[in-house]
């Protein structure tokens, strides 16, 4: 008998989006259904953030230090080949990183060697609902999100706890007119709902990617965003409240970073995000050693002034203690 093929999602959508988010919740759902799932992450950075809120039990692999879309698009399909062969699958999901194009990650996917044994089955875009609204990104940014939602099958608004119901019906309104074909949904923390990946939505979104598959190699485009990444070591403590001015008034612009950070005022390693504006700390028990990092990604950033800050921030904790 002839093997099913593995389902394929892309998850796509900006910079701290919350795709990572999204992606703890399809594992959970998925899961209850008895589906077996692998995932792909891409991060821009040498070291890996996000793939710590992925089950022990989740098979996973891991492409840092570049995005899919440009300089690793050949390991993404020898990572999928990889994964394929060593375990039996349902179905993968790709998390990129927040500055790929949902295009170039359906390329890397659908290498000839892979042809039997993958389908593609949706793009899934995860909006950031008050970034959207606002729109300061820069001109090649705001494309770039426009391409992501174009292409999607699925558009998920997440972080609508950040705008107020009129703006949501405006940024659906905008959406719906950039992507009029796909499914749009509103959430919270990527809280899906099950009917929108096993009901209806799922009939939908194979039609949409299969209108998109057409579509192909008409609108293939490469981006050459100037996105950097780095990551600085934060070995000391630091005071809550100085590290988030000190991230709001970052020369260049600052997309995104994140890592583990000890603080001053509580014991114990934090995992921090930073977006939009927006800072997060969760207490991060864990067994094994991790070294506290900060992982910055943005445009026009001075990676030596990020860790002249980093270690005035420190010092200034030590100087406090002393
Ligand atoms: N307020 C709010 N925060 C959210 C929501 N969803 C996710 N977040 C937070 O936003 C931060 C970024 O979320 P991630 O899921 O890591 O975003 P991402 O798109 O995977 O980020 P990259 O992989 O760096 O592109 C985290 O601290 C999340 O907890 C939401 O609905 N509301």
């Given at each position: 008998m002839e093997n099913k093929p593995v389902e394929i999602f892309i998850l796509s959508g900006f910079l701290g989006s919350g795709k990572s988010t999204l992606l703890k919740e399809l594992i959970q759902l998925e899961k209850k259904v008895g589906r077996r799932i692998g995932v792909l992450m891409n991060e821009l950075g040498?070291?890996?953030?996000?793939?710590?809120?992925?089950?022990?039990?989740?098979?996973?692999?891991?492409?840092?230090?570049?995005?899919?879309?440009?300089?690793?698009?050949?390991?993404?399909?020898?990572?999928?080949?990889?994964?394929?062969?060593?375990?039996?699958?349902?179905?993968?999901?790709?998390?990129?990183?927040?500055?790929?194009?949902?295009?170039?990650?359906?390329?890397?996917?659908?290498?000839?060697?892979l042809a039997n044994k993958v389908v593609m089955k949706a793009i899934l875009t995860v909006v950031n609902a008050k970034q959207w609204h606002e729109n300061r990104l820069s001109i090649k940014l705001k494309k770039l999100l426009a391409e992501q939602v174009k292409y999607a099958d699925m558009i998920l608004i997440n972080k609508i706890d950040q705008v107020s119901q009129t703006e949501l019906e405006l940024i659906r309104e905008s959406i719906g007119q950039v992507n009029a074909k796909a499914i749009i949904s509103s959430v919270q923390f990527g809280k899906i709902h099950p009917s929108l990946l096993y009901g209806e939505g799922q009939q939908q979104?194979?039609?949409?990617?299969?209108?998109?598959?057409?579509?192909?190699?008409?609108?293939?485009?490469?981006?050459?965003?100037?996105?950097?990444?780095?990551?600085?070591?934060?070995?000391?403590?630091?005071?809550?409240i100085q590290f988030t001015h000190w991230l709001e008034r970052i020369q260049g612009q600052l997309y995104r970073a994140k890592g583990f950070i000890y603080l001053t005022e509580t014991p114990g390693l934090f995992l921090f995000n930073y977006a939009y504006g927006d800072l997060i700390l969760e207490r991060y028990p864990t067994e094994k050693p991790l070294q506290p990092v900060l992982v910055c990604i943005g445009e026009n950033l001075e990676r030596e002034s990020i860790e002249q800050g980093i270690s005035h921030l420190q010092q200034s904790q030590t100087k406090m203690t002393l």
């Open positions: 040498d070291i890996s953030i996000d793939s710590s809120i992925i089950p022990a039990d989740i098979p996973l692999k891991e492409m840092l230090n570049g995005c899919i879309c440009c300089t690793i698009q050949g390991e993404l399909s020898l990572q999928l080949n990889s994964i394929l062969e060593e375990y039996d699958l349902d179905a993968i999901y790709i998390e990129a990183t927040g500055v790929a194009h949902p295009l170039e990650i359906m390329d890397a996917c659908t290498h000839p060697k979104m194979e039609t949409a990617t299969k209108l998109l598959e057409n579509d192909h190699h008409e609108s293939h485009v490469h981006h050459h965003l100037h996105v950097r990444t780095f990551s600085v070591p934060v070995n000391q403590p630091i005071d809550r």
